[in-house]
């Protein structure tokens, strides 16, 4: 079997206007979805990250792909998961510059889904699922969490593309609360990552102690992406210690490696035992000698989408476990084919400890690129089909859509700050840390 031609679909998908410690979310987050064709016209699929960056890296990778093998791509393309300098001009992942993020991830994120799609290609031939390719499945369902963000009123896309604001606006303890019962109640999730660092750490500690009243055999793992100082990272972790403690752990509270590891220091100083989580402190295999040297992070988020695909997420899990670190996994917006292989990864990786992160239930039917529609999300869980591959094929019509979407919108690359100025305050900055 060989590759003949990629295909490389830059769209857009309606986005809330959800808020981080990085700024607000556009009316339209970007996706890349490729395709990948094989000489007897199997058409393995994959989803990343979008904008213009990484289409165009994906179309100067094209001519080295064609006439590979599907089966021996980690051989084929070694280089771009072992690059010991960027050879790519990617953007980074985020807004701007996350502290912490590894310029030598560019290749690996090209890597990923490049192999997500191959998998998903040879699976298709062999009638074989992408967690049963790449050792098997130890699970055939895959725990997600409930991913509450602070938001304001609407429901994202622009103009006559304006779509119903599902949630509502989310700005205090209570609305929050509600927003969260609405997406249990529609997906059975059994976790709740709450993404904070965007008001006063007073009004998020409430916030945090009305979700756990509210669901109180959930865990909960709180994230500001690094918003805080050491000493305001140590006040909540103080004041939450019973909320986060319970199965939950504490997410880039701060911003680099030594003061994640000051964190933690003064947390076991005082007793408390609260895991420390992190997908911006420890980005790349390259950190992870010194996290676990410096006791930084006790959870490591992995993506397949960023660590280099589903195999990375397999070495790393083996990682953590040598080291006692637990593993979950991270998301950023996104649709159905990510989602499915964000499972697979998970469904074949044993050492993954908590349930994954996903921003699915922020995505929308209208925007939805798998044949069929969404895929389900059911009692917090998503099944792995009994299908060759990821188990989902592309609907061309809504990926026009989602292309048209991308060719008429303002959008080519993340930028939260600006979107904040635009539409919340002129004068808002990035600072980190903000408290
Ligand atoms: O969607 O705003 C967002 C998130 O903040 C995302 O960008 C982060 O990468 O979810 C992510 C995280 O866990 O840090
Ligand atoms: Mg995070």
Redesign the pocket.
């Known amino acids: 079997m060989r590759i003949v031609d990629l295909r490389i679909h830059s769209i857009a998908i309606a986005d809330p206007p959800l808020r981080s410690s990085y700024g607000l979310h556009a009316p339209y987050a970007l996706r890349t979805v490729i395709e990948l064709v094989s000489d007897d016209n199997i058409v393995g699929i994959g989803e990343t990250l979008g904008g213009d960056a990484i289409a165009q890296a994906l179309v100067a990778l094209k001519p080295k792909l064609i006439g590979l093998d599907p089966f021996q791509f980690t051989g084929a393309l070694m280089p771009l998961i072992e690059a010991e300098s960027p050879s790519t001009a990617l953007e980074r992942s985020q807004t701007m510059f996350v502290p912490g993020e590894n310029p030598l991830d560019q290749d690996a994120r090209l890597y990923s889904v490049l192999e997500i799609a191959a998998l998903d290609l040879v699976g298709k031939a062999l009638g074989k699922p992408a967690c049963d390719l790449i050792g098997g499945r130890v699970r055939s369902k895959v725990p997600f969490s409930a991913y509450p963000f602070y938001k304001h009123a609407g429901g994202g896309g622009e103009g006559s593309d304006a779509r119903v604001d599902e949630y509502g606006e989310a700005l205090t303890p209570e609305t929050l609360v509600a927003q969260v019962r609405q997406m249990i109640a529609a997906y059975g999730f059994k976790d709740i990552k709450f993404k904070t660092g965007v008001l006063d750490p007073e009004i998020e500690i409430e916030t945090v102690r009305q979700l756990h009243r509210a669901f109180p055999d959930l865990p909960i793992r709180m994230?500001p992406?690094s918003a805080w100082t050491v000493e305001t990272s140590l006040k909540v972790a103080r004041a939450l210690t019973r909320e986060l403690g319970n199965g939950g752990y504490l997410?880039?509270p701060t911003a680099g490696m030594d003061n994640m590891a000051a964190v933690r220091k003064g947390m076991l100083a005082e007793g408390i035992t609260t895991p420390l989580?992190?997908?911006?402190a420890v980005t790349s295999f390259g950190d992870l000698a010194e996290c676990v040297a410096k006791d930084a992070v006790q959870v490591v988020?992995c993506d397949p989408h960023y660590w280099g695909g589903m195999r990375q997420i397999q070495h790393l899990g083996k990682i953590c476990r040598t080291f006692g670190l637990g593993m979950s996994m991270?998301s950023n917006s996104h649709l159905g084919v990510s989602l499915m292989a964000m499972a697979h990864a998970a469904a074949a990786t044993p050492h993954l400890t908590y349930a994954c992160?996903t921003h699915y239930p922020w995505a929308q039917d209208q925007d939805e690129i798998v044949a069929g529609g969404r895929v389900p999300i059911k009692d917090g869980f998503v099944t792995i089909p009994e299908r060759g591959g990821l188990g989902v094929e592309l609907d061309h019509d809504q990926l026009a859509r989602g292309r048209e979407r991308y060719a008429t919108c303002a959008y080519r690359k993340r930028d939260d700050v600006l979107e904040m100025r635009k539409h919340v305050d002129p004068n808002w900055q990035r600072v980190l840390p903000r408290w």
């Open positions: 994230d992406n997410e880039d989580g992190s997908n911006v988020l991270h992160d």
